[in-house]
């Protein structure tokens, strides 16, 4: 079957770093998708990874193996507007979004 | 140019009603999708539509149905709802036909079942 994993929950201190890990299963694969939603929000897209390795955009980066079917997105310089899920999402071989519950990350001042 | 708008923001339903969730997007994408997000679940795929004519069903279609006639609109109905419909609903559309392309989502609908 296909599926996601994510840590429901994560809590960091404000100005600090947080990596939150995501494992998938997928049929086929066609590349991973991070996206942040704030509570009573819709999701909106933070980055796509599709070749091993790290893209970083801003205090955002995300990584990405193929092989152990593992990604991660790396949070730096914590702001407490940082406060929200972060949703991984690998996309099938059908070109179809299979989402992961979602982690709540928690910023503590 | 307001992306995607969806209405109802939200509503209250009784059990058996029909309804109609609205989704409008301005930004002449070709694929829609409609999805419904639960608490402690990630969001499930109801159906989706490559291009305008075109409809296919997702991961839990059943108790609901879609139209796309044109490449604006794709509108989601509940012939009978029932409690278990109780959820968030999210539109989203994305530009191509197929490809992985980014997804973006309007603004939802929250829709309670009694």
């Known amino acids: 079957g296909q599926n996601i994993d994510q840590p429901t929950e994560m809590t960091a201190t404000e100005g600090a770093i947080v990596q939150i890990n995501c494992t998938y299963q997928?049929?086929?694969?066609?590349?991973l998708f991070w996206y942040q939603q704030h509570a009573g929000e819709a999701p909106t897209f933070l980055s796509y990874?599709?070749l091993d390795g790290l893209e970083e955009k801003g205090r955002f980066s995300s990584f990405l193996s193929r092989s152990k079917g593992y990604s991660y997105l790396l949070l730096k310089e914590l702001q407490m507007k940082d406060s929200a899920s972060y949703l991984c999402?690998?996309?099938?071989?059908?070109?179809?979004?299979?989402w992961g519950a979602g982690t709540k990350l928690i910023i503590k001042p | 140019i307001a992306g995607i708008t969806q209405a109802p923001t939200s509503q209250i339903l009784a059990a058996g009603r029909r309804m109609t969730l609205r989704c409008t997007q301005d930004?002449?994408?070709?694929?829609m999708y409609w999805y419904r997000q639960d608490l402690g679940l990630g969001l499930r795929l109801i159906h989706y539509?490559?291009?305008?004519?075109?409809?296919g069903k997702g991961e839990v279609p059943d108790g609901y149905s879609v139209s796309r006639a044109n490449t604006d609109d794709f509108p989601l109905t509940l012939a009978s709802a029932v409690p278990s419909q109780t959820s968030v609903y999210f539109c989203?559309?994305?530009?191509?036909?197929?490809?992985?392309?980014?997804?973006?989502f309007g603004p939802g609908t929250r829709l309670t079942v009694l």
């Open positions: 997928t049929s086929g694969f066609n590349g």
């Open positions: 989203a559309s994305s530009d191509g036909e197929r490809g992985a392309d980014t997804q973006y």
């Open positions: 930004m002449r994408h070709n694929a």
């Open positions: 999402a690998a996309m099938d071989s059908n070109y179809q979004l299979i």
């Open positions: 539509s490559n291009t305008a004519g075109t409809t």
């Open positions: 990874n599709v």
